[in-house]
């Protein structure tokens, strides 16, 4: 036996139904559409309150912070980074083509300010040699040095806030665009950047930082190019230059790669075993600065130092950009993230132990750095791109996988421009 269902019910046309049921009032309309518009515009406490912890995340987790579960984790993690900041940060300020001091100013607020807007519990941010180099590269287009200059001359100085101010203005329009992007919801761009097209952009700035960093290595007073061939142009500069290496800052190089490269290693392997990092670059930093102080290495052998570190003058709290602050583009680095993350971070407060750690070295000890060799900073930088040569090992797996994805990384990986 089957169920039926019988609907009995009026077949309108649209004037039928015109007369039997009228038409809309377009003044009602118009009030619907308004109420709807002030509905939305409206906002109440609670709203508010949602809307405040949404977009400063420190309202939300720091009234839920467990003091005696998390703060000594976020202290000593907090420390560690700071410790690790302050080497990388003089060293990418290298790539930047500007002064060391610029690298712990981009160490320091950055930090500060994605501690209040940041959502990543175990996210470091601070200098980065990919966008350093990319950074370095408008620079040195648009402040070319002179070649008569002087560093000593009154027209170094001019010379110098001419560089920070693009690196700055560099700075602040990328954070304009990702304001914007944020604003109209283009995150999801991300999802179709394939892994071995990030893979090779970084591998390709990982040549042009080792490259880039020879002449200092070398001890080399070389003009730094920039456009297509800046690569190739930069190498054959370099090698036809080799026969006046400093063979003291080739010295100090070997002996900081000697020490740089087997210890991060260690830090490799035993990461899981170690409670927190062995920091190396600050120690090298520390012995190679006593070294050169304690037997003039600088005037004996002309060693280029990175001399003169200002104290931090900073312009207002109120100015939370940090271009605003002669910082140039930073962003999260991922060997100082894993470092927050393994030495026990627990929330972002660990950024501002960070921020202290790099405080203290602007307002106290930067003087003492002054006898610091460039050759140890470019040391740094060449070991600290580690992981990044190492993406080379998935050639092999991305051969077997897709011929497609393996021509665009050798293609991205050697370009013919940055």
């Known amino acids: 036996m089957s169920a039926s269902v019988a609907v009995y019910r009026d077949i309108y046309t649209e004037d039928r139904f015109r007369q039997t049921y009228g038409t809309e009032d377009q003044s009602r309309g118009r009030e ?34 467990k003091l005696k579960k998390w703060l000594l984790g976020d202290i000593i993690a907090g420390l560690t980074v700071g410790i690790v900041h302050i080497p990388q940060g003089m060293a990418f300020a290298l790539l930047t083509s500007v002064a060391p001091v610029y690298g712990l100013y981009t160490s320091f ?68 665009m990702m304001l914007c992007m944020c604003g109209l919801q283009l995150g ?18 990982a040549f042009h930082v080792t490259v880039s960093q020879l002449q200092s290595m070398l001890g080399l007073r070389l003009p730094r190019y920039a456009g297509a061939f800046s690569l190739f142009k930069t190498l054959a500069s370099v090698m036809e230059n080799v026969p006046h290496t400093n063979l003291a800052e080739l010295v ?26 062995i920091p190396v670059e600050i120690i090298t930093v520390i012995i190679a600065t006593g070294i050169t102080y304690a037997f003039s290495l600088d005037s004996k052998y002309d060693i280029q130092i990175v001399g003169h570190i200002p104290e931090l003058l900073a312009h207002g709290i109120s100015n939370t950009v940090s271009s605003l602050f002669t910082c140039f583009p930073n ?27 790099v405080l203290i070295v602007l307002l106290l ?20 791109l580690r992981q990044m040569f190492l993406l080379f090992q998935d050639l092999p797996d991305l051969w077997r996988i897709s011929k497609i994805d393996f021509v665009r990384f050798y293609h991205l990986s050697f370009p013919d421009e940055r």
């Open 109 to 176: 607020f950055p930090v500060v300010l994605y501690m209040l807007f940041g959502t990543g519990h175990h996210v470091s941010t601070g200098t980065f040699a990919v966008l350093s180099l990319m950074t370095g590269s408008v620079v040195e287009r648009l402040v070319p040095i002179p070649l008569a200059l002087n560093s000593s001359s009154p027209e170094a100085a001019e010379f110098e806030a001419q560089r920070i101010g693009v690196a700055s203005a560099v700075a602040f329009l990328s954070g304009i």
């Open 331 to 357: 962003s999260a680095t991922l060997a100082t993230t894993n470092i927050l993350e393994s030495a026990g971070a627990h929330t972002q407060l660990a950024g501002l132990f960070t921020s202290l750690v």
């Open 365 to 384: 000890i930067g003087p003492l750095f002054y006898f610091l060799p460039k050759a140890v900073l470019a040391c740094i930088n060449v070991t600290s």
């Open 188 to 205: 999801f761009l991300s999802t179709y950047l394939s892994e071995p097209i990030v893979k090779a952009f970084t591998s390709a700035a």
């Open 252 to 277: 100090i190089s070997l002996l900081c790669l000697a020490v740089l490269v087997p210890v991060k290693e260690v830090n490799s392997r035993f990461r899981e075993r170690l409670r927190t990092p």
């Open 32 to 65: 619907r559409l308004r109420d709807r518009l002030a509905q939305r515009c409206s906002c109440s406490q609670v709203d508010c309150l949602h809307l405040l912890k949404k977009r400063l995340p420190v309202c939300s987790w720091l009234p839920k912070y």
